[in-house]
Nanobody, 117 residues
């Protein structure tokens, strides 16, 4: 199974980006999917997750600005990021949990998001 993240780039503060995470096989329907990020010199942190039943969870720092969604038919998870801030700058990774589990089984390769002030 491969997770291919895309959509990162350079954007000014206040701008928007939409990240996509495409799975190589049909794995989304029974798994929680998530987005994580890692800034230079910091630990990887959770950004948002969406369960197989559609329940969303967000880090406090992105609530009201980011939206996670999934399209099981397309094997793709999205992260819409609005009102971006310089502190959102990081490498963003998507992840797939084990089936019906809270533990992560697969990681994507990461996509760089840079927000300029």
């Amino acid at each position: 199974v491969q997770l291919q993240a895309s959509g990162g780039g350079l954007v000014q503060a206040g701008g928007s980006l939409r990240l996509s995470c495409a799975a190589s096989v049909r794995i989304l329907s029974s798994r929680t999917m998530g987005w994580y990020r890692q800034a230079p010199g910091k630990q990887r942190e959770l950004v948002a997750t969406i369960s197989y039943s559609g329940i969303r969870n967000y880090a406090d720092s992105v609530k009201g600005r980011f939206t996670i969604s999934r399209d099981n038919a397309k094997n793709t998870v999205y992260l819409q990021m609005d009102s971006l801030k310089p502190e959102d700058t990081a490498v963003y990774y998507c992840a797939a949990n084990r089936q019906y589990s809270a533990s992560i089984e697969y990681w994507g390769q990461g996509t760089q998001v840079t927000v300029s002030s």
